[in-house]
């Protein structure tokens, strides 16, 4: 395999209405949220309140059809449980709890060990008109944490395992039509899937799908293409279900849209379908000159799909797809559209502060504009399937995508997901690549490792062969097993040692296997937190310098170690960073009092740490002069400070006060740095690149005087959904920033909105991300702390106040703007049965 090439087309199911948030919107077939308005409680707390609610759960539920006179039932009065919109994370709102069972998982409170914070229950009422009878009804879960059964008006839908992955059910024999239901879910997080914070509860979307009698299902669409010099044949292929319908002529349109709004392109195919069959119908439409997706122009078209019989319109699918080419090269590297492109990849965890894993759809965007302002063009989803959102979010973005199953595992269970895994996702442009697991230690080198992940290949070659797939391994440099079947090997730690011995021997894995393409599946693992600059074990704080003692394990390098180490081997398609944001559990190397890792080039909030800007440097066509550390070092004077730049200037003169300390020059992928006695004052870098001066000065600051609000958008959506991140610092009397700064600030929000979390950074902080009851708070964490607002679904004006002892008062107004929302599914209609 001289040349591994793969050329696609790629779709993302986006589904458009309009229309108020509880209109009838019902009348017409499609996808409305299902998110608002649930009830939810403990189920320690139902049953401490009542202990014939689970006896007759755990009697009746099962022993008669909808039955209506328990939990699960429709006439079950849930009006004492909180009130809840999703997505929701319960994990996150539980205190901290010193137990080395929880290391992993942040030390919030869940397990075997804490059953009665680890099982959950959701109940929401809803109303569907009378009009809906003849349809076809889905309930589609795009997440829960983690096992969980689902009853739906008494009747035991199924059940679900796993915490990943979407799955659904049909619901259409039991719904009641001019009538209210009620959907209950029971979820049940005291087992882990990983070794980090995962939170508990329903935590991602939830949908009801709406179909004529012959559709198009969820995930009904493929397309691939052949992209030539100046054309590209789309291709297409459609899953036509019909269920009830006596009719048996169908015709199925589609038409492809620019981003212009112009039709470029139709075709249509008559299919005849007897009533319960399946059919499916390919065909392709040529587009000429195609703009082609990329990093840095994410074009995206759309396409139109309608199913009709006779002039009635019967199905309606809006998807938008960008066309793109990818091409892996065991000589010559990663090609993106037939050049040449590096992948500077990190992966990511799927939580973030304040929120936990329950992330609105606006903070996904947040987190990959973070990553791209960095100089970041690659994400993995680390170390499972991430959100529909967070991939639409990259396809918009331009970002490209290793997607990721949980398990290497041929079992049924694991097969299924890896199967609905490949059907959602394989039409995301961003996505170029298919991971089949991690680091499975227990099987990757052994025969039966092999048959597995020839298995999963076999699917997703059958499902997808638009792609190639690749395995993230830390098997040394060991071809036998995984690392067989594989098209591109995925390395963990190309240099991880043992007994100071390197035992990835990557050149020589190249040299013996020619043929195979290398990815840098995993790198790095530098341990930094952010503005911290001596290390402090009581504190559980690394130091934000990456120097040595950062590499603490034997699979971690520096920063500069891995790049350089890449960038000199062409045949190196790039690499991933462990981690692009730090996330909970895994803390390390310290545990308690710490709760989240150090492993980030951005703290849990996206506040940047040096690190981040040694990428940006040289991941960056930018100018970028960073100097660190800070000037505020009281009672240091003469003592020596080690001062670095991170910068791809040519050179960096450096002064103190005016006196110049030298001038050096810059190694290309490195840093340079000064031993530097310290006195107060301005501490100032000159750069030069390309003839031209940059010039960064920090300075000694004075007491904290005021604070400042940066939300990263002034006006949001009035829908419900919508955030702002709203950053604060810490500054003095003249506006400079406080590095130091740890404040206690109180929040205050009023108007059309409220506070859904705050965080600040600090790995060891057991201060709550989510306040219940009263008003919210934070410490600032040198310097700096996070408050995320969310709009309600009136608009208006929000007003966020944050408050610290001495200091005036500092406000921001952000516009919560009337907008088109999402189609809903009608709430519960009082005398309505």
């Not at 799909?305 to 809006?318: A, I, M, Q, T």
Request: hydrophobic fraction near 35%.
């Amino acid at each position: 395999m001289k040349n591994l090439s793969i050329t696609a087309i790629l779709l993302i199911p986006i589904f458009f209405a309009s229309g108020n948030l509880f209109a009838d919107s019902n009348e017409k077939e499609g996808k409305f949220l299902l998110d608002f308005n649930w009830r939810f409680k403990l189920e320690s707390e139902i049953a401490a309140e009542s202990q014939e609610t689970i006896h007759l759960l755990e009697m009746k539920s099962l022993a008669k059809a909808g039955l209506h006179n328990g939990i699960t039932g429709l006439n079950f009065s849930d009006s004492t449980w909180r009130n809840i919109d999703l997505p929701h994370d319960w994990a996150v709102e539980l205190d901290f709890v010193n137990d080395p069972n929880l290391e992993s998982h942040g030390y919030h409170p869940v397990g075997h060990k804490y059953l009665e914070n680890s099982i959950g229950w959701y109940r929401k009422k809803f109303f569907i008109p009378k009009n809906d009878e003849g349809k076809r009804l889905n309930i589609k879960f795009d997440g829960v944490f983690r096992n969980c059964e689902v009853w739906l008006n008494g009747f035991l839908l199924g059940n679900n395992t796993g915490g990943y992955m979407e799955f659904s059910f049909d619901v259409t024999d039991i719904i009641n039509y001019g009538g209210n239901n009620a959907l209950t879910v029971r979820v049940d997080a005291s087992k882990y899937e990983g070794w980090w914070y995962e939170g508990a509860g329903i935590y991602r979307h939830v949908w009801l799908i709406k179909d004529a009698q012959a559709y198009i299902p969820e995930n009904g669409i493929y397309v691939f293409c052949n992209v030539m010099d100046n054309y590209s044949w789309v291709n297409i292929q459609t899953n036509l279900i019909c269920k009830d319908s006596d009719a048996e002529k169908y015709q199925l349109f589609h038409s492809i849209i620019d981003g212009e709004g112009n039709v470029i392109g139709k075709m249509n195919e008559s299919v005849l379908l007897k009533k319960d069959s399946e059919r499916k119908i390919s065909g392709k439409i040529k587009i000429t000159n195609p703009t082609l997706w990329s990093i840095d122009n994410p074009y995206l078209y759309k396409l139109i799909s309608e199913v009709k019989c006779g002039d009635e319109l019967l199905d309606y699918k809006e998807t938008t797809f960008g066309i793109r080419t990818v091409r892996f090269d065991p000589e010559k590297g990663f090609f993106l559209n037939e050049k040449p492109l590096k992948i500077k990849g990190a992966c990511v965890h799927q939580d973030h502060a304040g929120v936990g894993v329950a992330l609105p759809d606006r903070l996904q965007y947040y987190r990959i504009e973070r990553l791209k302002e960095m100089g970041c063009n690659a994400y993995r989803s680390a170390h499972h399937p991430p959100t529909p959102e967070l991939l639409e979010a990259c396809d918009k973005l331009g970002m490209l995508v290793m997607d990721e199953t949980r398990l290497l595992s041929s079992t049924k269970e694991y097969l299924d997901q890896f199967e609905r895994l490949i059907l959602r996702d394989r039409n995301h442009p961003s996505v170029i690549i298919w991971s089949l697991g991690n680091e499975e230690m227990n099987i990757h080198n052994v025969e039966s490792g092999k048959r597995v992940a020839q298995t999963l290949k076999t699917i997703q070659r059958k499902l997808d062969p638009s792609r190639l797939c690749t395995y993230a391994g830390n098997n040394r440099g060991n071809y036998h097993g995984v690392n067989e079947v594989v098209d591109v090997r995925g390395v963990n730690y190309y240099g991880r040692t043992y007994d100071n011995v390197r035992t990835n021997n990557i050149d020589q894995y190249h040299k013996e296997n020619p043929t195979q393409p290398i990815l840098g599946s995993e790198e790095a693992s530098t341990l930094c937190t952010r503005g911290q600059y001596t290390v402090n074990e009581y504190k559980a704080f690394m130091s934000d310098y990456d120097k040595k003692e950062n590499t603490f394990y034997p699979w971690c390098t520096n920063a500069e170690e891995w790049w350089k180490y890449f960038m000199e081997r062409e045949w190196m398609a790039g690499g991933f960073i462990w981690t692009g944001f730090d996330y909970r559990g895994e803390p390390g190397p310290y545990i308690w009092p710490a709760v989240s890792s150090n492993f980030g080039v951005m703290d849990v909030c996206g506040f940047p740490k040096n690190n981040y800007y040694y990428y940006k440097s040289w991941w960056t066509d930018e100018d970028v002069l960073h100097i660190y550390p800070h000037w505020n070092w009281p009672g240091k004077t003469g003592d020596t400070i080690n001062v670095w730049c991170q910068t791809n200037c040519e050179s960096v003169e450096l002064f103190l006060n005016g006196k110049s300390l030298g001038e050096k020059s810059v190694e290309k992928y490195s840093h340079v740095e000064w031993d530097v006695v310290y006195e107060p004052g301005l501490l100032e870098a000159r750069g030069i690149k390309n003839g031209k001066k940059i010039v960064k000065k920090i300075e000694t600051t004075e007491a904290v005087a005021m604070l400042t609000i940066s939300p990263d958008r002034r006006t949001i959506n009035a829908d419900g959904e919508d955030v702002s991140v709203v950053n604060i610092t810490a500054l003095d009397i003249h506006g400079r920033e406080v590095p130091d700064a740890d404040n206690f600030i109180v929040f205050e929000i009023e108007g059309n909105g409220k506070i859904i979390g705050v965080g600040n950074g600090n790995p060891s902080s057991h201060e709550p991300d989510k306040i219940l009851e009263g008003k919210y708070f934070r410490r600032l964490f040198n310097g700096k702390c996070q408050v995320i607002v969310q709009a309600n679904r009136q608009a208006g004006k929000i007003k966020l106040t944050a408050i610290s002892d001495e200091l005036k008062p500092c406000s921001v107004e952000i516009e919560a703007k009337k907008s088109t929302v999402r189609p809903c599914v009608n709430d519960f209609q009082e005398g309505s049965f």
